[in-house]
C-alpha cells in the first residue's frame, strides 16, 4: 500500500540539504540502500536559486546539488530503497516526499507491504522536516480543480468482480467517460504500468465485491495519494475492513447483483 501524509506550517529555517541527509541516515539505520534502476519515475529535483529546475539522477547526486544550490522553490522525490536485511522484494519500499507552495506544504508517501514499516518510515520523516502539524486529506481541504470525466475502475478480476464491472464500464462509456481498468494482476504491490493509467485518469472508482479486497484499496490509497477523487461502490454482502473509508471517500452501496441500483448516486459523485 502507499500511505501519504501532509504536513503545513514548517519551520522558518527548514534546510531541504539537511532534512534529506537526515532522512538518508535514518533509511540506511533502518538497513536501506537505495534502489537504482527499478522504476521509470523515479525522480530528484528542485527549483534552485529562484531561477532554475534541477534533476539528479541518484540520492547522491541529489544531496550534492542542494549543497551546492539554495532550494527556493517546489522540490519532489520519487525514490526506492531495498532492504539489506531481507531478499523478499515485499521487504522494499517506496518514499516520496512533496514540498510544494508558499507557504510549503510538505507530501510525505511511504509504500510498503509492512504496516509497522510505512508508522517507522513516517515518524523517521517527520522528524527529519520538524513537521509537527499534519494537514487533513479531505475534500474540504483538497485544492479545487476541474476534473475531466476520466475514470480508472478498479475491481475484483474474479468472474464476478469482471461481469459488474463491464456493467459499469458501459454504463460510464455511454454517459461520456473515458475508462481505464488494470490488466488483473494480484500482488501486493502496483505495476509501474497500472501506475501510470492511474496517473492518467482525474478519479478512481473502486468496485468491491466479495473476497479479498486488497488489490483494490491498495490502488484507492494510490489513487489518494495523487490527489485523485475517489469512489468506492460496494456490494451490500461485501465484508469490508472497518474504517477503510473515513470521511474522505464518497461510499456508495449497492445490492447484490444489481450495481445499476448505485448508477444515479454514482454520476451525482463523479464530475
Not at 544531496?63 to 527556493?72: G, V
Amino acid at each position: 500500500m502507499r500511505d501519504s501524509r501532509a504536513y503545513y506550517d514548517l519551520p522558518g529555517d527548514l534546510s531541504l540539504s539537511k532534512a534529506c541527509r537526515s532522512m538518508n541516515l535514518s533509511l540506511r539505520d533502518l538497513g536501506y540502500s537505495e534502489a537504482k534502476g527499478v522504476c521509470e519515475r523515479t525522480k530528484y529535483s528542485a527549483v534552485v536559486d529562484g531561477t532554475r529546475s534541477l534533476c539528479a539522477y541518484s540520492w547522491k547526486e541529489y544531496l550534492e546539488i542542494l549543497d551546492r544550490h539554495e532550494q527556493t522553490g517546489d522540490a519532489e522525490i520519487h525514490s526506492h530503497w531495498h532492504s539489506r536485511w531481507s531478499l523478499k522484494k515485499r521487504a522494499d519500499v517506496d518514499v516520496q516526499v512533496g514540498l510544494k507552495g508558499t507557504p510549503s506544504v510538505l507530501v510525505i508517501t511511504v509504500g510498503s507491504s509492512d504496516d509497522v514499516v510505512v508508522e517507522s518510515l513516517h515518524a523517521r520523516s517527520r522528524e527529519c522536516f520538524r513537521a509537527t502539524t499534519q494537514l487533513r486529506l479531505s475534500p474540504a481541504t483538497t485544492p479545487k480543480r476541474k476534473l475531466e470525466k476520466t475514470v480508472f475502475l478498479a475491481h475484483r478480476f474474479d468472474d464476478h468482480g469482471k461481469a459488474v464491472a463491464a456493467t459499469i464500464r458501459k454504463f460510464l462509456s455511454v454517459c461520456g467517460f473515458s475508462v481505464l481498468e488494470g490488466e488483473g494482476y494480484e500482488a501486493r504491490s502496483i505495476p509501474t504500468k497500472v501506475e501510470t493509467r492511474i496517473d492518467s485518469q482525474d478519479c478512481l472508482l473502486a468496485v468491491l465485491t466479495p473476497g479479498d479486497a486488497t488489490w483494490v484499496v491498495s490502488e484507492a490509497s494510490y489513487a489518494r495519494g495523487c490527489n485523485k477523487l475517489v469512489v468506492f461502490l460496494v456490494e451490500e454482502r461485501t465484508e469490508v475492513r472497518k474504517g477503510i473509508f473515513g470521511s474522505d471517500y464518497e461510499h456508495l452501496p449497492f445490492p447484490p447483483g444489481n450495481v445499476e441500483k448505485a448508477f444515479t448516486d454514482l454520476l451525482s459523485a463523479l464530475p
